[in-house]
């Protein structure tokens, strides 16, 4: 008996040691597994952020190119007017504005009476389950009838909780209308009895962001006091012609696209800038600095600001009069006119709203310049306490920032993110979440995750489609900048053995790309190695590069108009104004020169002339841009397989 007693003992004793052997090691590998998933989310986050200091950055350059290109004004002044936010001559009635639009008998999509009912807000989101598109005539007169609401709204929205009422808030969802559905499937539909804040940032990069400008704008006009929806730094056409939405629009609607676009611009300036709770919470889309004024912006003329990206800026004053001539139209922006022309933002004005759309909080003290995204601020904890207390306010609920659970604390849960678009990167990247703010802000937070499985994939396979998608991405960026990063890496490698070490590598990484990463957990995913860790730095390129549209062109050229690419799309379609997708071979040498000149572009005149011609496949004088782009291709090759990813630009 105590033989066998021993025995088993041991065998215990080895079971469990084994089993704890086991444990430790899954532990490790899965914190391995979260090192990498949080690594490949910093890429993403690293990189759309860069994208969107680029953006800010365009603004300026509209400004340089309308204060040097002198024959736009006379030739399209509408562009002037667009770009300084110079106000449209105002509809005097719905028939005016929407004219004489005929619903074919063809047409077999949801199908509005107005004024509006609760029917309609679920004919619409069954409408738009089955991918339905609603047709122009109604997108039109939901948009007229959202923006005479709208007019009527303050700049900060004030809602009250009951003991029996609870109010949600959603943060970002960026076109992604599964999200929205989840929502309210888990949560309900907006009604008088189940209020919602949608924290701003409603369109662009998803794919269905006109239908959720729909959903929430029928239900704002059913329920405006109980559905509150303030204005994201995504609200805004600039925006919007990089990041998806106005393709988007003309795409579903190629005869009155335009004229949607157009009056979506004067919806998205008259939303509502911040949410007060209980005159003790405060939303707003980004955050604050250390000058909010929460006075100031009360009283502002919001809807003067039809894109942040645009700061006010005063042009030619004798331009400005003419303008004011012209069918009554005030001057531009920036520039204050007496006797009743409107009011236009200072820069002072301006500042306060981009703060509060574009601005991040960190842990760091203080108040300083936001430079990865190249706008607003990041405000420190001292600075989020001061203004709290100013404003006699307990707490910050912002969004603006994918969260890889969909909220976060911060700032002593003073400053609270919430995200709502789940999967924002890449399937699986990250969870959406909103929140329920209820009676002497007792708060509860709600996580989600969309999916078509019926069940999560395991870990190591979420990990790894969004490590190879952020790599994709940052590979890209890789190669649009190649012939620098050769060249820096020649310069470090002073024996010509085409190797370099690891730190050489990482230092000549952020000198060129300047995306702040940390190159050196990076490398095992982005280049080779030797056994001494040295870097075989022309392995960054092995499966990646840009398929030339011209043989003959070269390739600092091709790389060049690759990474301007985004930039040279929105200018053009600024330009073009007919979206003809047609610029003359003249538009595209001054515009290109402009360009070069505003960017520090250094390429020779006659190369892009030369490609230009080339691109001309008709000869007729024009370049159809929108070929032009598509000619442009960065073809990846899987490391498992021989087959190749070709990314159209």
């Not at 400008?213 to 239900?219: A, D, E, K, Q, T």
């Not at 990206?309 to 006119?337: E, N, T, W």
């Not at 310069?491 to 000549?508: R, V």
Request: charged share 25%; with cysteine; proline share 3%.
């Amino acid at each position: 008996m105590g033989c066998g007693s021993s025995i088993k003992i041991k065998k215990t004793a080895k079971t469990i040691k084994a089993a704890l052997i086991i444990q430790n090691w899954y532990r490790g590998y899965s914190a391995r597994l979260r090192t990498r998933e949080h690594y490949a989310l910093t890429v993403f986050q690293t990189i759309e952020y860069a994208d969107e200091q680029g953006q800010l950055q365009l603004s300026d350059f509209f400004s340089f190119m309308l204060e040097n290109y002198a024959c736009i004004k006379e030739k399209d002044p509408s562009i002037v007017n667009r770009l300084f936010g110079c106000a449209l001559p105002e509809e005097k009635t719905k028939l005016d504005f929407i004219g004489m639009i005929e619903i074919p008998d063809s047409y077999t999509g949801p199908r509005l009476k107005f004024p509006l009912t609760v029917a309609s807000l679920h004919i619409l989101i069954e409408a738009f389950k089955k991918q339905q598109i609603l047709h122009a005539s109604y997108v039109l007169e939901v948009l007229f009838e959202t923006k005479e609401a709208l007019m009527q709204m303050p700049n900060f929205t004030r809602v009250r909780t009951y003991p029996t009422k609870e109010i949600t808030v959603c943060g970002d969802l960026h076109g992604k209308l599964d999200d929205l559905l989840l929502i309210f499937s888990k949560n309900g539909l907006p009604s008088s009895s189940n209020p919602y804040v949608f924290n701003g940032d409603f369109v662009d990069r998803g794919k269905n962001s006109i239908e959720i400008l729909m959903i929430l704008f029928v239900s704002f006009l059913l329920y405006g006091d109980d559905l509150c929806l303030n204005r994201g730094n995504h609200e805004d056409f600039l925006m919007n012609m990089r990041y998806g939405f106005t393709r988007e629009v003309l795409s579903k609607y190629k005869i009155h696209g335009e004229k949607i676009l157009q009056f979506l611009e004067e919806v998205f300036a008259w939303l509502p800038i911040g949410t007060i709770i209980d005159e003790e919470i405060l939303i707003v889309h980004g955050g604050i600095s250390e000058s909010t004024d929460l006075t100031l912006l009360n009283n502002i003329e919001r809807n003067k600001l039809k894109s942040v990206l645009m700061p006010p800026v005063p042009i030619d004053k004798g331009y400005a009069a003419d303008l004011k001539k012209q069918k009554g139209r005030p001057s531009p922006r920036g520039i204050r006119m007496t006797g009743s022309t409107s009011h236009y933002l200072t820069k002072y004005e301006w500042e306060q709203v981009t703060d509060i759309l574009w601005s991040d909080p960190r842990e760091k003290r203080g108040c300083y310049p936001n430079t990865c995204r190249g706008g607003g601020c990041y405000f420190g904890p001292d600075v989020t306490s001061k203004f709290l207390k100013k404003n006699h306010l307990k707490l910050l609920i912002r969004s603006h920032e994918c969260k890889r659970e969909g909220y976060e604390f911060s700032h002593e849960a003073k400053v609270i993110t919430v995200f709502s678009a789940s999967n924002y990167y890449e399937e699986g990247s990250n969870r959406g979440a909103y929140i329920k703010v209820g009676f002497h802000s007792t708060l509860q937070f709600f996580q989600y995750q969309v999916t078509k499985a019926t069940c999560l994939r395991p870990l190591h396979q979420r990990v790894y489609t969004v490590e190879s998608s952020a790599m994709k991405i940052l590979k890209e960026r890789m190669i649009a900048r190649k012939t620098d990063l050769i060249n820096i890496f020649q310069l470090q490698d002073h024996n010509k053995t085409g190797k370099i070490s690891m730190s050489q590598w990482a230092f000549s990484m952020e000198t060129v790309l300047r995306l702040n990463l940390p190159w050196r957990c990076l490398s095992p995913r982005l280049v080779i190695t030797d056994q001494e860790g040295n870097v075989d730095y022309m392995s960054c390129f092995n499966d990646v590069h840009i398929q030339k549209p011209v043989k003959e062109v070269q390739s600092a050229l091709i790389e060049t108009l690759y990474r301007y690419r985004s930039d040279l799309q929105v200018i053009f379609n600024v330009i073009d104004s007919d979206h003809s997708g047609l610029i003359s071979m003249e538009e595209f040498h001054a515009m290109w020169k402009l360009f070069s000149s505003h960017y520090n572009v250094h390429i020779d005149d006659s190369q892009v002339d030369e490609l230009a011609k080339r691109m001309d496949l008709n000869k007729d004088g024009s370049i159809d841009f929108n070929e032009f782009f598509k000619a442009f291709y960065v073809v990846h090759k899987f490391d498992n397989s021989n087959k190749e990813n070709t990314n159209t630009v």
